[in-house]
């Protein structure tokens, strides 16, 4: 199984930028779609973005659009995504996923998952 490691989550004041990372164990991240979701306390994990194996497709919720963009190192096994404009509303714990096969925008589809990484946006 791949190993996943989110870190670049803080405090932020609204308006501000934080760039999440994830880094993945294993050989075989070139296979693999991944996806950034999110969670806040009493939410459903809801999807925010994905990107395709080769880093050729990327999809955002509508709500991160234009302020989020998702990217790939493939030769590092690392997703990133770079979050502006942020908002109190973007506040949640972000979990990066992997699947093999292309991407979706489902949490069921995915079977591996990091621990997650705190987002705080402040007014």
């Known amino acids: 199984q791949v190993q996943l490691v989110e870190s670049g989550g803080g405090l932020v004041q609204a308006g501000g930028s934080l760039r999440l990372s994830c880094v993945a164990s294993?050989?075989?991240?070139?296979?693999?779609?991944m996806a950034w979701f999110r969670q806040a306390p009493g939410n459903e994990r809801e999807f925010v973005a994905t990107?395709?194996?080769?880093?050729?497709?990327?999809y955002y919720v509508d709500s991160v659009k234009g302020r989020f963009t998702v990217s790939r190192d493939n030769a590092k096994n690392t997703v990133f995504m770079q979050m502006n404009s942020l908002k109190p509303d973007d506040t949640a714990v972000y979990h990066c996923?992997?699947?093999?096969?292309?991407?979706?925008?489902?949490?069921?589809?995915?079977?591996?998952w990091g621990l997650g990484t705190q987002v705080t946006v402040s007014s």
């Open positions: 996923a992997a699947k093999t096969g292309g991407t979706s925008t489902s949490r069921y589809a995915y079977n591996h």
């Open positions: 294993g050989r075989t991240f070139g296979y693999y779609s």
């Open positions: 990107i395709s194996a080769a880093g050729d497709y990327t």
